[in-house]
């Protein structure tokens, strides 16, 4: 009788521990954007003289040094990427400084695209995943994972600048919602739907992959999304930041990564000011793959062939995370792990099918 009582009063408190680890977070939707092949060294130093200041990558380097160039870094940065520094470093955290000890690495051996966004949603290098192919993901992602839940269920929304990413959530197997490349909005409701079908129609897409649409419509087009439905998890990927650095745009590439640290802005503004995210939401943002450093001419690529473009970072706002800004030193973080650590600010533990990197929990509050 003593042993049942003992054995009764341990799952009791099981239960109160993983009820109180649930109650006890405020985040109720997560928001995980991706910048494609957005260095850590522009995140963390921001503009590179080298590439700057050299017309063959920065023809008009005169207006250049006007928005982008500072005499140090830190003031560097700031001209890139305004809402990281002046919201995210004050309120939440940035991983992926090297030169501050902070390392975020893929687990996946490619370095490229699809590779990295199968790692970032399913929590695993597949090493199947070896191309940029429109192909299906084999794996279970954490937004199939979370949609599988009742609370979730039809309330996780993709949206992509690149066609293959209605692939990698595996849109046709999950039923997840996902807007991708030049999709238009099915059956329009509303005068906003009908004005991002006809710009979407209108608009050109990007000279280098007919596939890509402008990252502003992407932006939009998923705002527009989160204001009518109301999503609890809502995937953005931008991808203008990796054609330009692939024509080698050094310039015109950091403008898209402003515009896009614009939308970043605005977005984070949106969501505090409608009652279901205000204070409940955690915003995540990362990127797939690094890109080369040196010899300069490496940052137009990335892959096996280009060394250090394994290399990246992330940054994390929420009411779940201590404002501990930019981090030093630690263990070396992986890509791997974010979508465990996405489950887990939503108050679940991501298993399936397959391995699952560890949540880094340092960006939850103990």
């Not at 928005?67 to 309120?91: H, Y």
């Not at 370095?111 to 993901?137: C, Q, T």
């Not at 990127?287 to 994390?316: E, I, M």
């Given at each position: 009788?003593?042993?049942?009582?003992?054995?009764?009063?341990?799952?009791?408190?099981?239960?109160?521990?993983?009820?109180?680890?649930?109650?006890?977070?405020?985040?109720?939707?997560?928001?995980?954007?991706?910048?494609?092949?957005?260095?850590?060294?522009?995140?963390?130093?921001?503009?590179?003289?080298?590439?700057?200041?050299?017309?063959?990558?920065?023809?008009?380097?005169?207006?250049?040094?006007?928005?982008?160039?500072?005499?140090?870094?830190?003031?560097?940065?700031?001209?890139?990427?305004?809402?990281?520094?002046?919201?995210?470093?004050?309120?939440?955290?940035?991983?992926?400084?090297?030169?501050?000890?902070?390392?975020?690495?893929?687990?996946?051996?490619?370095?490229?695209?699809?590779?990295?966004?199968?790692?970032?949603?399913?929590?695993?290098?597949?090493?199947?995943?070896?191309?940029?192919?429109?192909?299906?993901?084999?794996?279970?992602?954490?937004?199939?994972?979370?949609?599988?839940?009742?609370?979730?269920?039809?309330?996780?929304?993709?949206?992509?600048?690149?066609?293959?990413?209605?692939?990698?959530?595996n849109e046709r197997k999950t039923g997840i919602y996902a807007s991708a490349g030049n999709e238009l909005i099915e059956k329009p409701k509303t005068a906003t739907d009908s004005l991002l079908?006809?710009?979407?129609?209108?608009?050109?897409?990007?000279?280098?992959?007919?596939?890509?649409?402008?990252?502003?419509?992407?932006?939009?087009?998923?705002?527009?999304?989160?204001?009518?439905?109301?999503?609890?998890?809502?995937?953005?990927?931008?991808?203008?930041?990796?054609?330009?650095?692939?024509?080698?745009?050094?310039?015109?590439?950091?403008?898209?990564?402003?515009?896009?640290?614009?939308?970043?802005?605005?977005?984070?503004?949106?969501?505090?000011?409608?009652?279901?995210?205000?204070?409940?939401?955690?915003?995540?943002?990362?990127?797939?793959?690094?890109?080369?450093?040196?010899?300069?001419?490496?940052?137009?690529?990335?892959?096996?062939?280009?060394?250090?473009?394994?290399?990246?970072?992330?940054?994390?706002?929420?009411?779940?995370?201590?404002?501990?800004?930019?981090?030093?030193?630690?263990?070396?973080?992986?890509?791997?792990?974010?979508?465990?650590?996405?489950?887990?600010?939503?108050?679940?533990?991501?298993?399936?099918?397959?391995?699952?990197?560890?949540?880094?929990?340092?960006?939850?509050?103990?």
């Open positions: 009788m003593k042993l049942l009582l003992r054995i009764s009063g341990l799952i009791f408190l099981l239960a109160v521990t993983s009820f109180s680890f649930v109650r006890a977070q405020q985040t109720q939707n997560v928001i995980l954007v991706t910048l494609d092949g957005v260095r850590w060294q522009e995140v963390f130093s921001g503009a590179d003289s080298t590439l700057l200041f050299d017309a063959a990558y920065s023809p008009d380097t005169a207006s250049a040094r006007k928005f982008f160039w500072a005499a140090n870094p830190q003031e560097r940065r700031k001209l890139v990427f305004p809402f990281l520094w002046n919201t995210v470093a004050k309120e939440g955290q940035l991983y992926g400084n090297r030169l501050k000890g902070s390392k975020v690495n893929t687990s996946n051996p490619y370095w490229f695209s699809y590779p990295g966004y199968n790692e970032i949603l399913s929590g695993y290098a597949d090493e199947r995943i070896k191309s940029n192919d429109k192909i299906d993901n084999p794996n279970t992602t954490v937004l199939e994972f979370l949609n599988n839940k009742p609370d979730f269920k039809g309330k996780i929304a993709a949206f992509s600048s690149w066609d293959v990413i209605e692939a990698a959530v079908n006809s710009m979407m129609t209108t608009v050109p897409p990007q000279v280098w992959d007919k596939t890509v649409r402008p990252d502003f419509l992407t932006y939009y087009a998923a705002k527009n999304y989160l204001l009518q439905n109301r999503p609890r998890v809502l995937f953005m990927q931008f991808d203008e930041t990796d054609g330009l650095a692939h024509a080698g745009r050094y310039a015109d590439d950091l403008r898209m990564i402003n515009a896009a640290d614009a939308f970043l802005a605005d977005l984070w503004k949106t969501v505090q000011q409608i009652p279901q995210y205000a204070g409940k939401t955690t915003l995540i943002v990362t990127t797939d793959h690094g890109r080369g450093h040196t010899p300069k001419a490496t940052w137009k690529g990335h892959g096996t062939k280009t060394p250090d473009s394994y290399q990246l970072w992330f940054a994390v706002i929420g009411p779940d995370t201590p404002p501990t800004g930019e981090q030093s030193g630690g263990p070396v973080l992986f890509q791997n792990q974010l979508a465990a650590t996405l489950a887990r600010l939503l108050g679940h533990e991501f298993k399936c099918e397959h391995p699952v990197g560890s949540p880094v929990l340092t960006v939850l509050k103990r």
